[in-house]
């Protein structure tokens, strides 16, 4: 399983508990991890290599005690991680990797839309892959001790394996601050468990070889209950002033949902056994969706249902499917990536000091936002949306 970092980087306000642990008490702790780590069975010489003179890392500490302040709406979940460029990108690049990709398909049964949805969701297709150097990080989050350290200790005792065994290099083991690494961010653990060598150069290298990564994917949704040619979501409308059954798991045959007035989003009778549950993200006001067993494997992967409708929507536009017919019950969307960046900007044109705009929203830019949206008189919530971008200039 992988820690929630769709869920973690979806947080629109974060708040930081200060404290790190004493140098004197890290190498001590440090020490004793690196004993633990060869007792489990790691080289002596992968264990030195990797563990000794580490610093804590600041990074690591800071995000790991991050708490979200709100959820995001869904709306701006999904405005940023299924926008339009996205789509052309991932359209790109299924081009590119169109013989790896129908391999994929053809060995492990997954659509290979899906495959390299998770891709594009997880990495950006490969570009972003985390900068937290994984023995640094893992050894900081075991050494700050807590409810999860033996969790760590085995994420890091699971990493140096692979390079033991050969998968990959040291220096290779660069991933997000609680572990995830590769094209198709797994965690140690996980790799160990379903990653494949789909290249066939005798190496699971799900950092360097994106057919490794793909075909990896594949093998996780499999495992987790893939079934070969079958859907995995349809936009669905339900009546107005609807009050039966939703839910993920409350699942009925789609002839049952069509008896209780739910039909295709573009109003068509659904109808057959394929089993489904309904979803309403945002309430019975804005779109729903049927969701099969399909989505249930992708919703393993990251083990939120958000992440689940994005991985899906995103594989359903790269093959050429409309966005959802239903708009989100707001009057004021999200952003794309780019139109973010293009806030950013704005905000600097008004003198805001934001640093230098990445399309990234961290606080600076809340803090911008509100200011602004004050000034627009309008109630100061730090949040990018379509109102205050449009006030900008936008
Ligand atoms: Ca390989």
């Known amino acids: 399983m992988r820690t929630p970092l769709a869920m973690i980087a979806c947080a629109a306000t974060l708040s930081v ?16 991890l690196k ?13 030195s290599r990797a563990l000794d003179g580490v610093q804590p890392d600041e990074k690591v500490l800071r995000l790991s005690k991050v708490q979200p302040e709100f959820k995001t709406p869904i709306w701006d979940y999904l405005g940023f991680l299924v926008d339009e460029q996205r789509v052309a990108d991932g359209q790109q690049m299924m081009r590119k990797y169109d013989s790896v990709l129908r391999s994929v398909e053809r060995n492990f049964g997954v659509n290979r839309f ?8 997880e990495t950006d297709f490969g570009r972003e892959v985390g900068s937290s150097y994984l023995p ?4 900081t989050l075991v050494c700050q001790g807590g409810s999860r350290t033996s969790f760590w200790r085995g994420e890091l005792i699971a990493a140096l394996k692979l390079v033991d065994r050969g998968d990959l290099k040291l220096d290779e083991l660069y991933g997000s601050w609680a572990g995830a690494f590769g094209q198709t961010q797994f ?15 005798g190496k699971r290298d799900l950092v360097g070889s994106t057919a490794d990564a793909l075909g990896s994917t594949a093998n996780y949704l499999k495992r987790a209950g893939w079934a070969a040619g079958e859907s995995w979501m349809i936009e669905a409308k339900v009546p107005a002033n609807y009050s039966g059954p939703t839910g993920r798991k409350s699942k009925a045959p789609l002839s049952t949902w069509a008896s209780r007035g739910v039909t295709r989003a573009d109003g068509a009778a659904l109808s057959g056994g394929a089993q489904a549950g309904l979803i309403l993200p945002a309430g019975p006001r804005g779109p729903g969706f049927l969701v099969f067993r399909n989505f249930d494997a992708i919703y393993s992967y990251n083990q939120a249902e958000s992440y689940a409708l994005a991985i899906s929507h995103l594989a359903d536009r790269m093959a050429g499917y409309p966005p959802f017919r239903t708009p989100w019950p707001t009057d004021d969307p999200g952003l794309s990536r780019a139109q973010r960046l293009h806030l950013q900007k704005l905000l600097i044109a008004k003198g805001y000091d934001i640093g230098e705009a990445d399309g ?13 949206e004050k000034r627009y008189g309008m109630p100061p919530t730090g949040r990018a949306g379509t109102k205050i971008y449009r006030a900008l200039g936008g």
């Open 17 to 32: 508990a200060a404290a790190g642990p004493a140098a004197a008490s890290f190498s001590s702790c440090v020490a004793g």
């Open 35 to 47: 004993s633990a780590v060869i007792q489990a069975g790691v080289s002596q010489a992968t264990a």
């Open 114 to 121: 899906v495959v390299a949805a998770v891709w594009g969701v």
């Open 136 to 139: 640094q990080a893992l050894a």
């Open 187 to 201: 965690i140690p653990s996980t790799y160990q468990r379903l990653a494949v060598d789909f290249d066939g150069d």
């Open 360 to 372: 990234k929203i961290g606080p600076a830019t809340r803090d911008a936002i509100a200011d602004a």
